[in-house]
């Protein structure tokens, strides 16, 4: 089976950086997303983990370690419009299944 | 620009009603899902399908039937609607092992 862990709230100032964890529990692995979903809006892309290490993508990077279960997600400069619900979701090994599983999502609040 | 459109934003349905959620992508993508998302559970898949007139059941598919007669198009059926249907629905497709894209979702009341 899946478990996937993530913080319910976060909150933030704006111009700071806040880092969003998400841990893991899965019978396989091949790979780790993030997506940013607005209030009554669909999710959207952020970024995909499937090595171990750190993908940076402008303001937003996000970090795997596939021993430990973990991954992160970081946001530089916040911006109040980042304000939304970041949801980590894995992916099981490849051949066996295609869907994803998703946490709970992370509500952040960036504050001015 | 690419599109997953799901055909109601919103809905009202009374428990015992037959309730039909389309979705349509035009991607050509092979894979298409249907997700059900409420506070503090995430998203649960609800069924999957790898093609035509293929499907899978996934965490939560009771109560939930669906057909993919055409590749762009997997549509979702509630049977018989009850109100703990009542939830935001969301399709998504992708191809391979690509990550997904969405739809902007159809919020469903039961009544």
């Known amino acids: 089976g899946q478990n996937i862990d993530q913080p319910t709230e976060m909150t933030a100032t704006e111009g700071a950086i806040v880092q969003i964890n998400c841990t893991y529990q899965?019978?396989?692995?091949?790979?780790l997303f993030w997506y940013q979903q607005h209030a009554g809006e669909a999710p959207t892309f952020l970024s995909y983990n499937v090595l171990d290490g750190l993908e940076e993508k402008g303001r937003f990077s996000s970090f795997l370690s596939r021993s430990k279960g973990y991954s992160y997600l970081l946001l530089k400069e916040l911006q109040m419009k980042d304000s939304a619900s970041y949801l980590c979701?894995?992916?099981?090994?490849?051949?066996?299944?295609?869907?994803?599983?998703f946490g709970s999502g992370t509500q952040l609040t960036v504050l001015p | 620009d690419v599109k997953v459109t799901q055909s109601s934003r919103y809905l009202v349905k009374r428990t015992g009603e037959k309730v039909f959620l389309e979705c349509v992508q035009d991607?050509?993508?092979?894979?298409m899902f249907w997700y059900r998302q409420d506070p503090g559970l995430g998203l649960r898949l609800i069924y999957f399908?790898?093609?035509?007139?293929?499907?899978e059941k996934g965490d939560i598919p009771e109560g939930y039937s669906v057909s993919r007669e055409k590749k762009e198009r997997f549509s979702l059926i509630l049977e018989s609607a009850s109100t703990n249907q009542t939830s935001m629905y969301l399709c998504a497709s992708s191809r391979g092992a690509d990550g997904y894209t969405f739809g902007s979702g159809t919020r469903l009341t039961v009544v």
């Open positions: 991607m050509d993508h092979e894979n």
């Open positions: 979701a894995v992916r099981p090994l490849l051949g066996s299944a295609r869907q994803l599983t």
């Open positions: 899965t019978s396989g692995f091949n790979g």
């Open positions: 399908s790898y093609d035509v007139k293929m499907k």
